[in-house]
């Protein structure tokens, strides 16, 4: 059974930080691109950052310098590392895996339930 479970979430104050996990089961993240998307209240989910197989990382603009995304493969895990959070960060944060090209939400093969990230001011 495929499994993405995230963990990390919590209420931090504006210009802290916070560490997001994404675990996997079921299924060998070492051959997807592992990606973090969150959803603020009202608003479309969206990309946030990725890592690919080979290592290369993607940033959305918003969070470019103040994010961090990692992975370690034999661990079957990812990482978020949040720095400098705003309160305009506050969302579900979701870890998502996709063989895809693509780093739209519908490319997506495999989410995670979320975990709530609340950045107060």
């Known amino acids: 059974q495929v499994q993405l479970i995230e963990s990390g979430g919590g209420l931090v104050q504006a210009g802290g930080s916070l560490r997001l996990a994404c675990v996997a089961s079921?299924?060998?993240?070492?051959?997807?691109?592992m990606n973090w998307f969150r959803q603020a209240p009202g608003k479309e989910r969206e990309f946030v950052a990725a890592?690919?197989?080979?290592?290369?990382?993607y940033y959305a603009d918003s969070v470019q310098g103040r994010f961090t995304v990692s992975r370690d493969n034999a661990k079957n895990t990812m990482w978020l590392e949040m720095s400098t959070l705003k309160p305009e960060d506050t969302a579900v944060y979701y870890c998502?895996?996709?063989?895809?090209?693509?780093?739209?939400?519908?490319?997506?093969?495999?989410w995670g339930k979320g975990t709530l990230v609340t950045v107060s001011s």
């Open positions: 998502a895996a996709s063989e895809s090209s693509y780093f739209t939400s519908d490319a997506m093969d495999y």
């Open positions: 079921g299924f060998t993240i070492s051959n997807y691109r």
């Open positions: 890592t690919s197989w080979s290592d290369n990382t």
